[in-house]
């Protein structure tokens, strides 16, 4: 199998196992917490008055639902995800609340878009998964209309957002065999590197690229710590499979290497993201 196989291979298996289900899982606490990156891209959306709106990597659907809220009747927000059990979850919730919004599940990195069909394509922290991104880059350019806006927000690097490594920083002498961060693979923090960005979305055909640091304050209830480090990201995803009592001895040491963060009844972290912002060619070779 090719590396760039074995890589998506990886991700397909993660999101439809023990990544999704924890995102499912969690969903309430990471809905409220990422909000301000949602409103960030929503409010993109409006200031382009753009009608057609794909959201990639859209999970559970948070930025997805937003999204359609504020294009009204006249528009319509698309999302897709590699992730059965998030799409399900999607699908689900767009029933229970009639929101006016669907929903495919797929790799956008090969997904048959019909071409140039929609003309604003988001992300909220779901475009750094591709086994080759300027494949799924080019993918999504003959999905957009000529002109069509690119507006993402992806990680900056693993060291400018020290609250997301904690738990595996704090686990690591009780879990020797957890998975290294690969900086340039496909990963939380595969955008990290500015210039590659820049250079994936070039390769894939995208103009007027600019890429914008923010920081931004999140957070989410202190009483929801052991649920957040008992199921996200690579300690969590470990500890899916754990025995007890190893299972809790990782969660109290892992609790505590979280105490800067609490700050009365709420953890509180800032998070070091890229706005990216491209647009498709006026003319698009569509090939
Ligand atoms: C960090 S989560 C973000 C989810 C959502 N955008 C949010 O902010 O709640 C990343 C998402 O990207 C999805 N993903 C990963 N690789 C993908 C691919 N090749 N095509 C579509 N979705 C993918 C995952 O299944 C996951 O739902």
Same mark, same amino acid.
């Given at each position: 199998? $090719?590396?760039? $196989?074995?890589?998506?291979?990886? *991700?397909?298996?993660?999101?439809?196992?023990?990544?999704?289900?924890?995102?499912?899982? +969690?969903?309430?606490?990471?809905?409220?917490?990422?909000?301000?990156?949602?409103?960030?891209?929503?409010?993109?959306?409006?200031?382009?008055?753009?009608?057609? %709106?794909?959201?990639?990597? @859209?999970? +559970?659907?948070? +930025?997805?639902?937003?999204?359609?809220?504020?294009? !009204?009747? *006249?528009?319509? @927000?698309?999302? =897709?995800?590699?992730?059965?059990?998030? =799409?399900?979850?999607?699908?689900?919730?767009?029933?229970?609340? !009639?929101?006016?919004?669907?929903?495919? @599940?797929?790799?956008?990195?090969?997904?048959?878009?019909?071409?140039?069909?929609?003309?604003?394509?988001?992300? &909220?922290?779901?475009?750094?998964?591709?086994?080759?991104?300027?494949?799924?880059?080019?993918?999504?350019?003959?999905?957009?209309?000529?002109?069509?806006?690119? &507006? #993402?927000? %992806?990680?900056?690097?693993?060291?400018?957002?020290?609250?997301?490594?904690?738990?595996?920083?704090?686990?690591?002498?009780?879990?020797?065999?957890?998975?290294? &961060?690969?900086?340039?693979?496909?990963? *939380?923090? !595969?955008?990290?590197?500015?210039?590659? %960005?820049?250079?994936? #979305?070039?390769?894939?055909?995208?103009?007027?690229?600019? =890429?914008?640091?923010?920081?931004?304050?999140?957070?989410?209830?202190?009483?929801?710590?052991?649920?957040?480090?008992?199921?996200?990201?690579?300690?969590?995803?470990? #500890?899916?499979?754990?025995?007890?009592?190893?299972?809790?001895?990782?969660?109290?040491?892992?609790?505590?290497?979280?105490?800067?963060?609490?700050?009365?009844?709420? =953890? @509180?972290?800032?998070?070091?993201?890229?706005?990216?912002?491209?647009?498709?060619?006026?003319?698009?070779?569509?090939?």
């Amino acid at each position: 199998m $090719s590396t760039a $196989s074995q890589a998506e291979d990886e *991700q397909v298996k993660l999101w439809n196992g023990a990544a999704g289900r924890a995102w499912v899982e +969690t969903r309430d606490v990471l809905e409220a917490m990422f909000r301000p990156l949602e409103e960030l891209l929503v409010r993109a959306v409006s200031d382009a008055g753009a009608r057609d %709106v794909l959201d990639i990597g @859209c999970g +559970t659907g948070a +930025t997805t639902f937003a999204v359609a809220r504020a294009l !009204g009747p *006249q528009g319509h @927000c698309t999302g =897709i995800d590699i992730s059965a059990p998030m =799409i399900t979850a999607a699908r689900a919730r767009a029933e229970r609340e !009639g929101r006016p919004a669907s929903f495919v @599940c797929a790799d956008a990195q090969t997904y048959p878009f019909a071409p140039a069909s929609f003309d604003m394509i988001i992300s &909220r922290l779901g475009v750094m998964f591709f086994a080759d991104p300027v494949q799924a880059f080019a993918n999504l350019r003959r999905a957009a209309r000529p002109g069509a806006a690119l &507006r #993402l927000v %992806v990680w900056r690097s693993a060291a400018e957002n020290p609250f997301m490594t904690t738990a595996e920083r704090a686990a690591k002498p009780l879990l020797p065999d957890l998975p290294a &961060r690969r900086p340039d693979g496909p990963g *939380q923090f !595969g955008f990290a590197d500015r210039a590659r %960005v820049a250079r994936i #979305l070039e390769d894939s055909g995208w103009g007027a690229i600019a =890429i914008e640091p923010v920081d931004i304050a999140l957070s989410f209830p202190a009483t929801e710590l052991t649920r957040y480090v008992g199921r996200l990201g690579p300690v969590g995803v470990m #500890l899916q499979g754990m025995e007890e009592p190893r299972r809790t001895q990782v969660i109290e040491t892992v609790r505590g290497a979280f105490a800067r963060y609490v700050h009365g009844t709420e =953890i @509180c972290f800032s998070a070091a993201c890229w706005v990216v912002a491209a647009r498709s060619p006026a003319e698009t070779a569509h090939g």
